[in-house]
């Protein structure tokens, strides 16, 4: 059995602080002042970025030779769902880390959008039990997924993706997962936002439960992968290939070599999507280049 070897945000923050509405718009997802980087064939290339640590500019820094973007989808992770023993209710979290990513949308965000790089924020459980899978009623799931929506349309983001890991079900009186909970939480975020991006990490309860009373969600998804780094895993759920990433590599941790082949892999069997893990402010363009040259037939270069 593999562990999934990211370091975890714990640290719980006020849920949704105001700010200052942002000079782009509640609803920006991209500037005015650049163009995107040229269109480039081949799978979606994701990066998660631990904001604890790391800068979600490290994305940018990347392109191909001819000036696209290394990366697609950039992830900040990772907020947190939380629970009130008051209110007996579910509620997003923010640490400091992602809290100043978000107030700094402007600085943090906005320049990878202007690039054509879409910003999504990950949920990750708090060890509170509240957690994806064991919303008690349409009603309870149906308002996290309005704070959730609410949050991308404040802070201008891309969407949203859920990783149903450290929940701790069951503390705090919290109840064990249902099967309806999850179905509940996706209908609902997918109603709310249309044309946004929600995507699966795909471990933990609700990953399993996506289906209930004859809705399957699993069609609402635009992405699911592999959470598990340095191997080869193709989710479990009705998607096409174009939106499943089998292969999942941690940046600096897993081989050149292995990433190579995993990126081979992921075009010889015809996947639309390549994970990659903890992108840090290191020059890391030989590890990109490992992934990129199966991908997209190129090298990929870093400007600091």
Request: proline share 5%.
């Amino acid at each position: 059995m593999f562990t999934p070897l990211r370091s975890r945000v714990r640290t719980a923050a006020l849920a949704l602080a105001a700010v200052a509405a942002l000079a782009f718009g509640a609803t920006a997802t991209t500037g005015a002042a650049a163009a995107p980087a040229p269109a480039k064939q081949g799978p979606t290339s994701v990066a998660y970025v631990e904001v604890n640590n790391n800068s979600m500019l490290n994305v940018g820094k990347y392109t191909l030779a001819d000036g696209g973007n290394a990366f697609d989808v950039a992830v900040i992770f990772a907020a947190n769902i939380n629970y009130d023993t008051g209110t007996k209710a579910a509620y997003l979290s923010f640490n400091e880390n992602v809290q100043r990513v978000l107030d700094n949308a402007a600085t943090e965000i906005r320049p990878l959008q202007q690039k054509g790089i879409k910003v999504v924020l990950s949920v990750l459980g708090n060890h509170q039990g509240a957690g994806f899978a064991n919303f008690p009623s349409e009603q309870a799931a149906s308002a996290f997924a309005t704070q959730l929506s609410d949050t991308v349309a404040e802070y201008g983001l891309d969407g949203v993706d859920f990783d149903d890991e450290y929940a701790g079900y069951g503390t705090n009186g919290t109840g064990q997962p249902n099967d309806s909970s999850f179905v509940h939480l996706v209908t609902a975020l997918r109603a709310n936002m249309p044309d946004k991006i929600i995507s699966l990490y795909n471990i933990g309860p609700a990953a399993s439960r996506l289906s209930y009373g004859g809705v399957d969600v699993s069609s609402k998804f635009d992405y699911a992968w592999n959470p598990y780094y340095g191997t080869w895993q193709v989710p479990g759920m009705a998607l096409p290939k174009s939106k499943l990433s089998p292969a999942a590599v941690e940046i600096g941790r897993t081989s050149q070599s292995t990433a190579a082949d995993l990126a081979r892999r992921t075009v010889s069997e015809g996947y639309g999507v390549y994970l990659t893990y903890n992108l840090d402010g290191a020059d890391r363009s030989a590890d990109v280049s490992a992934f990129t040259r199966e991908l997209y037939g190129s090298d990929a270069r870093y400007t600091p």
